[in-house]
């Protein structure tokens, strides 16, 4: 079994930062890349960051140059530095994680459970 567990969302004013955490525990043999989503009330689910072995972080257009993501392969370990937070950053954001459980298992995609990111004076 496979858990993400995220951690630090939370309220901030605009222009502040938070560090969102995402920590993949279980059975693990590689993780391949890991990602964020994020959701808001009444839109789909969007693909913000994505950390892939072996290329360039990818960002969506809204939060370049404002959010960093980052992982500590030691420690199973993504995160996502997010700067000049923006009202319209508001949603929930989610951990995902495409990893195997072990050397000859395939490549399955895992979710963490969310956390709430709200950015408002």
């Known amino acids: 079994q496979v858990q993400l567990v995220e951690s630090g969302g939370g309220l901030v004013q605009p222009g502040g930062s938070l560090r969102l955490s995402c920590t993949a525990s279980?059975?693990?043999?590689?993780?391949?890349?890991m990602a964020w989503y994020r959701q808001a009330p009444g839109k789909q689910r969007e693909l913000v960051a994505q950390?892939?072995?072996?290329?360039?972080?990818d960002y969506i257009d809204s939060v370049k140059g404002r959010f960093f993501i980052s992982r500590d392969n030691a420690k199973n370990t993504g995160h996502l530095q997010m700067n000049s937070l923006k009202p319209e950053d508001t949603a929930v954001y989610y951990c995902?994680?495409?990893?195997?459980?072990?050397?000859?298992?395939?490549?399955?995609?895992?979710w963490g459970q969310g956390t709430q990111v709200t950015v408002s004076s």
């Open positions: 279980g059975t693990i043999f590689s993780i391949n890349s």
């Open positions: 995902t994680a495409n990893l195997q459980s072990g050397a000859f298992d395939p490549p399955r995609k895992y």
């Open positions: 950390s892939t072995a072996g290329l360039s972080p």
